[in-house]
């Protein structure tokens, strides 16, 4: 401890069992007693990725579209012709390119869609291509409405 016990803003201080208080345990040193209070107060969003079966379902949580290879199936969405931008899910069937969220730029509350992907055939070469190169693709939500949240850490 400072003197006075006066600690610098980069310096916390959390009892190793106040980090128990946020699902998963994550080193959330950092998280503030009022956030932590949060996770007990409210039920978690997907009670399964939480592991608490007896909390309610409110949503399905889960990793979305990622291409495995961004420079091969991405483009931003005036690198294409407009005319061949799906809009809706029945012009997927005839148009390649998709609205696609990625975090190619880190914004904190609004992430305005300025990427495509490549969806030709309903996404085949895309799906062969994670097939090959990821363990999992998780195909029953890839084109469903979604709210979507990219990975924010300090280095993004």
Known sequence: MLKDKMEPKHVYTVKLGELAEIPGSPYAYWAPKSLR??????????????GQK?????ADVKQ?????????FTRFWWEVDA????????ETHHKKWVPYDNDVYLFYFYNPVTVV????????????WISLT???LNKTYITHTSITKNMCTEES
Not at 64 to 72: H, I, N, P, Q, V
């Open 134 to 136: 990821m363990s999992h």
């Open 117 to 128: 992907v490549d969806w030709g055939d309903d996404g085949l070469e895309i799906k062969n």
């Open 83 to 90: 005319d061949n931008i799906a809009t809706s899910r029945e």
């Open 54 to 58: 007896e909390a309610p379902k409110i």
């Open 64 to 72: 979305g579209l990622a291409t495995a290879d961004d420079s091969r």
């Open 37 to 50: 209070e949060l996770f007990q107060k409210y039920p978690p969003l997907d009670r399964d990725v939480a």
